[in-house]
């Protein structure tokens, strides 16, 4: 393990076993009760989710450029991690949107978008595990269609008929519900970091490891 894998791991786990204190502290939201709390996890990653998708096609733009490896590396990480974050999104926002809005599930703007952003990230994969020949730069050019839904999934509720709220709610929200939504934001990003940086490192050693299995058969 690297050095820095300890201490980090450490602080985020910390981290997250104090968020249910802050949200069981929080006011509960007057129609939705308990369910309401879902959010303080819901949206921290949804947000990350879009970060991994950014990071995912901004490295995938700088492998096409320079054909890096360490860029590639990243690009598959960050990929694997916008499925991830993803699947949260899609498995918590339904459990909050059942008590929210009387339904489990719309085709609205936004949960379209984000859909296919998390399909578009599977596909992303699933190309670079079966592609074959070239399958890396097929996958890089997914990657910036991801990245490129990202802002749409973002402004949707500001400009189309959705049943979210307006992305100008959150700000407004009251002082203990922002400070365990902000807390709940920080470990998302720093469970994203820690486990970008882990990815990364084992596709390196892997790489690696191929490398010293080819010099084996020379």
Known sequence: MPKW???????????????????ANADYESTMGLVQKVF??????AWV????????GVASARFLV?????????????????????AIVLVTGPLWARKAWGVWWQWDVRLTSSLMGWMVAWAYLLVR????????????????????????IYISVNYWRTIHPATSV????????????????????LLFVLLLRLRVHLEEQ?????????????
């Open 5 to 23: 894998f300890m201490p980090f791991a450490a602080l985020t786990a910390v981290m997250f076993t104090a968020s249910p204190l802050l949200i």
């Open 66 to 86: 320079s054909g890096s490896p360490r860029q590639d590396r990243l690009a598959y990480a960050a990929a694997e991690l916008t499925v991830l974050f993803g």
């Open 129 to 152: 595990k079966y592609g074959g020949p070239g399958s890396d730069k097929l996958a890089a050019g997914l990657a910036l269609f991801g990245a490129a839904n990202v802002p749409f």
């Open 170 to 189: 959150v700000p407004t929200l009251p002082v203990d519900m922002g400070t365990a939504l902000w807390f709940c934001v920080a470990c998302f990003i």
């Open 40 to 45: 303080y996890y819901y949206l921290p990653a």
């Open 49 to 56: 989710f879009l970060i991994s998708a950014i990071v995912c």
């Open 206 to 218: 892997r790489t690696k490891l191929d490398a010293l299995f080819l010099s084996l058969d020379e």
